[in-house]
């Protein structure tokens, strides 16, 4: 039932993009200032909580560092670090707070505007070392994307393919189609004011059930459905919210922009 209400939530959000009447679009296209020949950099502080199960709450904390170059060229890094904190009286392992390394991002984007249109291909390669016996891993995707102003409305589709795979490790006959997964993200994200911004992400997927799907038909398909509160203030941003149907996860972030072009020169 509530697969079925996320997915008509995206027909409904494909029909409004649609059907809406032409964008009275503004030069400055406040939603998204692209400054030709512009330089920035920018420092992400992510941070997730899921909620408590089992009296074990998990989470996630990632630091991003981002490159842009003009707005057609984007750089990317993700260092993320994952917590469990065992919330019971009677600790079940010898501690309660234990962190593991996450999978660390390299991203590299592209895109072009065109009139009310931005387009972007992006390029991930991710690395996970090993950590209590498990091995290494590493995930690669590859992935574009398109957003249409409607000013002070924006809609946005992204589709990806990601494999993801063990080092060191011979595959076997049941995995030999397991690392593929398909993901398709629909975005509305809709400025209140100058600073204010509320976004909706419907994000769907498909992925291999795992080493015991039974033949090739062994394929599983989720939806997850977001709501994220942003504001933009000057160089600093601040982003709250909640994602997830079934097992919603608190979501909030921090960014700050830095742009040297701005950087007022020292008096003589």
């Not at 006959?173 to 629909?186: E, G, I, T, V």
């Not at 015991?212 to 933009?232: K, N, T």
């Amino acid at each position: 039932m509530r697969r079925g209400t996320a997915a008509a939530f995206a027909l409904a959000l494909c029909a409004f993009a649609l059907a809406r009447p032409g964008a009275e679009t503004s030069e400055h296209q406040r939603l998204s200032v692209r400054r030709p020949g512009a330089v920035t950099a920018s420092l992400d502080l992510d941070l997730e909580l899921a909620a408590p199960t089992a009296g074990l709450l998990e989470g996630g904390l990632a630091l991003g560092l981002g490159l842009d170059l003009g707005g057609w060229l984007e750089v990317g890094l993700s260092l993320p670090l994952l917590v469990d904190i065992d919330l019971s009286r009677t600790p079940r392992r010898a501690s309660r707070f234990s962190l593991a390394p996450g999978c660390g991002d390299l991203r590299l984007g592209l895109g072009f505007s065109a009139g009310p249109w931005r387009f972007s291909g992006k390029a991930d390669l991710g690395y996970r070392p090993a950590f209590e016996g498990g091995p290494a891993s590493i995930a690669c995707g590859l992935g574009m994307g398109a957003l249409r102003f409607l000013d002070p409305l924006a809609l946005g589709v992204d589709l990806s393919a990601g494999a993801s795979f063990a080092c060191r490790e011979a595959p076997t006959r049941s995995q030999a189609s397991a690392p593929l997964s398909l993901s398709l993200d629909l975005l509305a994200l809709e400025a209140l004011n100058s600073e204010a911004s509320i976004a909706i992400q419907v994000g769907q997927s498909l992925a291999p059930a795992g080493r015991g799907c039974r033949g090739p038909e062994g394929w599983a398909y989720s939806v997850s459905l977001g709501f994220r509160f942003i504001i933009v203030r000057g160089s600093w941003g601040l982003r709250l919210g909640v994602a997830g149907l079934q097992s919603p996860s608190f979501q909030s972030g921090a960014s700050f922009v830095w742009r040297p072009s701005e950087v007022s020169p020292p008096l003589p």
